[in-house]
C-alpha cells in the first residue's frame, strides 16, 4: 500500500507495512545517498491516562546539500531528506495516524523548540514568527525567512495525481489500524531563501491516538541540523 503522490520526481513518500517485520514499499526504499549527512533521528515514549501506550521513532534519518548556491543567490541554501517513522501503540488504541515535517529556522534557536506552545508552533504544527507578530507561518517547499523568523514544511502533503479519479484528493497525513503503522519519505526536498545568517531546521511528527475514552497527541522531534 502506498500513499498516493505526485508525478514530480522528489516525491517519494510511502507506507511502511506493519508485519512480521517492517517493510518499506515503493520509491521510499531508496537508501539515502552516499553524499548524505546521517542523522540521529528521535524517539518518544508515553502512557496515556487510560492506559494505551504510543511509542514513536524517527530513523535512517539523513540530509543531503544542494552543492553551491542555488540559482547564484547568496541567501539561498537547499537540502533533500529523508527518513522513516514508525508508531506503535497499545492499550485501547485501535490504529493512529501520523503526520508532520520540519521546522525551519533563521538565526532561531531551533533546539528549544520542545515544549509547550511557547516551542513556536501552533496547535496543528505549524511553525510561526517568532519575533514578528505571532501566526505568521510559511508552508510549501520553498520558505522565504528573515533573521528570527521560523517556517513549516511539510513531508506528507501530496495528491494523487492527475491520472486518477481522486486527482484532488490532498493526503497530508496516513492513518493506520492495528498496533503499528508508519511512513516513510526519501529525498524530499525544500529550499530557503533570504535568511543572510545562520539556518537550521529539524523533524517534528505527531502520532494522533483516540480511544474510548481519550484522544492524545504524542510528537517525536529530530535533532536540530545546520542548513548552512
Not at 511509542?55 to 553551491?68: C, F, I, M, Q, S
Not at 517513522?85 to 523548540?113: H, K, S
Request: hydrophobic letters at 40%.
Amino acid at each position: 500500500m502506498t500513499v498516493p503522490t505526485q508525478t514530480s520526481a522528489v516525491r517519494r513518500v510511502a507506507v511502511l507495512v506493519a508485519a512480521a517485520a517492517v517493510a518499506i514499499t515503493g520509491a521510499a526504499a531508496t537508501a539515502p545517498s552516499a553524499d548524505a549527512k546521517r542523522l540521529p533521528g528521535g524517539k518518544v515514549a508515553r502512557k496515556l491516562v487510560d492506559g494505551t501506550t504510543v511509542k514513536a521513532t524517527l530513523y535512517d534519518e539523513a540530509v543531503r546539500y544542494h552543492p553551491g548556491n542555488v540559482a547564484n543567490i547568496q541567501t539561498s541554501r537547499e537540502v533533500w531528506v529523508s527518513g522513516k517513522i514508525v508508531a506503535n501503540v497499545g492499550g485501547g488504541a485501535q490504529g493512529g495516524t501520523i503526520y508532520g515535517g520540519y521546522v525551519v529556522g533563521c538565526q532561531v534557536n531551533i533546539a528549544g523548540m520542545s515544549s509547550g506552545n511557547s516551542s513556536g508552533l501552533d496547535s496543528t504544527g505549524m511553525a510561526y514568527n517568532q519575533t514578528a507578530p505571532a501566526g505568521v507561518a510559511n508552508t510549501g517547499t520553498t520558505l522565504h525567512l528573515g533573521p528570527g523568523q521560523a517556517g513549516w514544511v511539510p513531508i506528507i502533503q501530496t495528491t494523487s495525481g492527475v491520472y486518477t479519479n481522486y486527482r484532488d484528493y490532498n493526503v497530508n497525513r496516513f492513518t493506520f489500524r492495528g498496533n503499528r503503522g508508519g511512513v516513510a519519505f526519501s529525498q524530499e526536498a525544500f529550499r530557503l531563501n533570504g535568511c543572510g545568517g545562520y539556518a537550521s531546521a529539524r523533524a517534528r511528527f505527531t502520532i494522533e491516538v483516540e480511544t474510548e475514552t481519550v484522544r492524545s497527541q504524542v510528537v517525536v522531534w529530530g535533532k536540530p541540523f545546520s542548513l548552512g
